[in-house]
């Protein structure tokens, strides 16, 4: 994504067939480009233990998530 943003194009390796395709000619689901972060925030909260975390990615069928400790 980095690559992209900052000059516009770049090739990602499709999970399948491992074929080189670029960026913008990803098809997802008859959008043209598809992207997306979704993040949570808990202000005032204990450390999330692991059990939740872990609970968390379950629920989100499979999709890669990151635990990301403190303010950004």
Same mark, same amino acid.
């Given at each position: 994504?980095?690559?992209?943003?900052?000059?516009? &194009?770049?090739?990602?390796?499709?999970?399948?067939?491992? %074929?080189?395709?670029?960026?913008?000619?990803?098809?997802?689901?008859?959008?043209?480009?598809?992207?997306?972060?979704?993040?949570?925030?808990?202000?005032?909260?204990?450390?999330?233990?692991? &059990?939740?975390r872990a609970?968390? %990615?379950?629920?989100?069928?499979?999709?890669?998530?990151?635990?990301?400790?403190?303010?950004?």
């Open positions: 994504m980095r690559t992209w943003y900052d000059t516009g &194009a770049a090739t990602v390796e499709c999970p399948a067939c491992t %074929t080189a395709v670029a960026v913008p000619d990803w098809a997802w689901d008859e959008a043209p480009l598809a992207f997306g972060c979704l993040g949570f925030e808990f202000w005032n909260w204990p450390d999330l233990t692991d &059990a939740f609970r968390l %990615t379950g629920l989100l069928d499979g999709h890669r998530t990151a635990y990301l400790w403190g303010k950004l």
